[in-house]
């Protein structure tokens, strides 16, 4: 279902319809014609746009997220690590956000990494609002799911890594990688997403998971 907050061109198109029905209106009464009227479907494409600017979904914030922890790895940031992850995270080699941030500090020398770039992403979330996903009122999950006070998500990406030249991994004769993973993200009351949990799943697009990693 398409989400108003994310596509514009959900409000462009309800302005071609309004555009439409001003059309039949002007040509079954010409009397009705308005010099103001036109101004309504601009001003629905206007909205579309400024709601679409302004309003921050539940996936551009995931994606956010994702972007911070790739950005602070780039960096050699700890900091902005701790911010994404939630303090119950909890994986199958790492108990704890603290450990999850150890492997992470460890990570920054051995795997320097220069880029990432996407090779595909996908988001999954549920919300408090998942009644409304069926029957007549699917629309409306849609247009308020970026509202709701908790929820749940599941982020998968595809990735190729290129690593620094200086990096131990890059010495080893791997200056890059094709990384395949998945983060579980919930909604915390202030409506942040954190990282709860994550997985690897695939490296070299070989199966992988965290066990194998940490031995």
């Not at 103001?36 to 206007?46: K, N, Q, R, V």
């Not at 982020?155 to 004769?173: N, Q």
Request: with cysteine; hydrophobic share 50%.
């Amino acid at each position: 279902m398409w989400n108003v907050f994310e596509y514009p061109f959900v409000g462009i198109a309800a302005a071609i319809l309004v555009l439409l029905g001003l059309w039949l209106l002007w040509m079954l009464k010409p009397d009705k014609r308005r010099r103001w009227h036109p101004l309504i479907p601009l001003g629905i494409i206007a909205l579309a746009f400024a709601v679409a600017h302004f309003v921050q979904t539940d996936r551009e914030k995931i994606l956010n997220a994702i972007n911070i922890g790739i950005k602070a790895f780039e960096e050699r940031n700890i900091e902005p690590i701790k911010e994404i992850i939630a303090d119950d995270y909890t994986d199958t080699a790492h108990s704890s956000k603290d450990l999850i941030v150890a492997y992470c500090q460890a990570m920054f020398e051995m795997a320097m990494i220069d880029r990432v770039t996407f090779l595909s992403r996908e988001t999954t979330v549920e919300d408090n609002l998942a009644p409304l996903e069926t029957g007549h009122f699917r629309w409306l999950a849609g247009i308020f799911d970026s509202f709701s006070l908790t929820g749940h998500a599941i982020f998968t990406m595809e990735a190729f890594v290129k690593f620094s030249e200086g990096s131990e991994i890059a010495r080893m004769g791997k200056p890059f990688l094709i990384v395949k993973a998945r983060f579980s993200f919930k909604k915390t009351p202030d409506k942040k997403w954190l990282i709860n949990s994550s997985e690897i799943l695939e490296l070299d697009r070989k199966p992988i998971n965290w066990g194998q990693i940490r031995n």
